[in-house]
């Protein structure tokens, strides 16, 4: 399926209305940036072409007509599509004289929006935009191997936001690449010269992520000897790449969010802020809507975070793309192993396009790599891991060996926790390292 060329800015500060404006224009293939506030509105068109202004009239702080007023002035060729809840007459002709395309009141239907959508873009006389196939057959692009239908909706995604800061949300189950399509967004545009700086905060105990972050002054805790320069200092004019954002703190959070919408940060136990100039990736494979519910993350949060979403499909759902994968990683620990390029018989590459691969590319990648290590020119079947190989049900009354049914029973709490392995470990009450090891053995 192909995106539509158009991208489209949708302005609301009721969030239902974003969520429900931006699952019609998802469902027709546009490309969607969202905004809460005419002041997001603005950063995302100074850094992003657009298409189409929809826009709320009746908003805090700087109304909707403001906006249009400024998008009138600074993007005249720009189409504007309003809709609000709150119609009035004058309303109308202010909208009109300030070059409003349409008009459409809450509630609407699908089937209006659509219309007065495509008026709205009929009525520019310029919305050709370049609409660039990539051709990624047996090619990479940046760290990204694939030529599956959903990989190239991703790498479409990465060419549209690459060469602006607009803030960038990946979500996906572990293992299915999303710091590399962090990275390709990066590497990819005008910015990879910048810092990229990756933090997993997962990995960093939640008492020093704030520390970590956002650096601290001499004296601000115990242990705080000198001045220190966070994570957000160290990437200031490039991208930061927060993996696992879920494990942030409330307090953590708050702070993040002082970034998004000042674009400032305050070291821990300083009182002055600093300007801070960076693009934010953020990513997870933890339910974020479901952390809403139990007040574990904050929803201002995560509509800041989410202008633009990418969604990582696993490896099962895109199996065509095994095959590209498995010569990347036979080349790699080929080289790095044997000094040569090593082979896999077609029995073989079989097996692996038949597993579904809860781990998804981490785990394919481990099993070439110990192939690889267990074979000499050629991986064949008897180099695979038993539990790849065709299973026989026999009856119960057959004793499996105690590996076996450990590995199935954590096969099974991967399934049911969509392969969360943080919150799988906490059920099998043992840690994420000792799952990955029982996988693969």
């Not at 490039?238 to 919408?261: H, K, M, P, W, Y």
């Not at 994968?325 to 080289?335: R, T």
């Not at 399934?415 to 990955?436: F, H, P, S, Y």
């Amino acid at each position: 399926m192909q995106l539509q060329k158009e991208n489209i800015l949708i302005v609301d500060d009721d969030v239902n209305i974003l969520e429900l404006l931006q699952r019609h224009l998802q469902s027709w293939n546009y490309h969607v940036f969202k905004a809460i506030s005419v002041k997001e509105a603005v950063v995302i068109l100074r850094d992003t072409k657009i298409d189409l202004l929809i826009t709320d009239l009746k908003m805090p702080e700087l109304d909707g007509s403001e906006l249009i007023k400024f998008v009138s002035e600074h993007y005249p060729k720009l189409p504007k599509l309003v809709v609000t809840g709150y119609p009035s007459v004058q309303d109308s002709l202010s909208a009109i004289k300030s070059g409003v395309v349409d008009y459409l009141t809450k509630p609407f239907t699908k089937n209006e929006l659509k219309l007065a959508l495509n008026r709205s873009l009929k009525a520019t006389e310029d919305k050709q935009l370049e609409n660039k196939k990539l051709d990624v057959n047996n090619k990479a692009y940046g760290e990204i191997i694939g030529n599956s239908e959903k990989i190239n909706n991703v790498i479409q995604v990465i060419e549209r936001v690459k060469n602006n800061k607009a803030t960038v949300f990946i979500k996906g189950e572990s293992g299915t690449g999303k710091e590399l399509v962090a990275r390709a967004i990066h590497y990819q545009g005008k910015f990879s010269r910048a810092p990229f700086v990756a933090v997993n905060c997962g990995a960093i105990p939640e008492n020093l992520l704030e520390a970590e972050l956002f650096g601290y002054i001499k004296g601000a805790f115990t242990g705080a000897e000198t001045n220190r320069e966070g994570f957000f200092q160290a990437a200031n004019g490039g991208t930061i790449f927060l993996d696992e954002i879920g494990n942030a703190s409330l307090t953590v959070q708050s702070r993040l969010l002082r970034v998004l919408q000042e674009k400032e940060i305050v070291k821990v136990g300083a009182t002055k802020a600093e300007k801070i100039d960076v693009r934010i990736i953020a990513a997870t494979n933890s339910n974020l809507r479901a952390m809403i519910v139990k007040e574990t993350f904050r929803e201002d949060l995560f509509y800041r975070l989410t202008v633009v979403e990418i969604e990582i499909a696993p490896l099962r759902e895109r199996k065509e793309d095994i095959t590209l994968l498995v010569d990347k990683f036979l080349f790699k620990y080929g080289i790095e192993y044997k000094d040569r390029f090593i082979k896999i018989t077609p029995e073989a590459l079989s097996v692996l396009e038949r597993y579904n691969w809860p781990g998804n590319i981490r785990e394919l990648e481990n099993v070439i790599q110990r192939a690889v290590i267990m074979c000499d020119k050629h991986i064949d079947i008897t180099h695979l891991p038993e539990h790849l190989k065709y299973v026989l049900n026999f009856d119960e009354s057959e004793l499996p060996a105690l590996k076996v049914i450990e590995k199935q029973y954590i096969e099974k709490v991967l399934r049911l926790t969509e392969n969360n392995k943080t919150k799988a470990a906490q059920i099998l009450g043992i840690d994420r390292k000792t799952i990955r090891k029982k996988l693969e053995e």
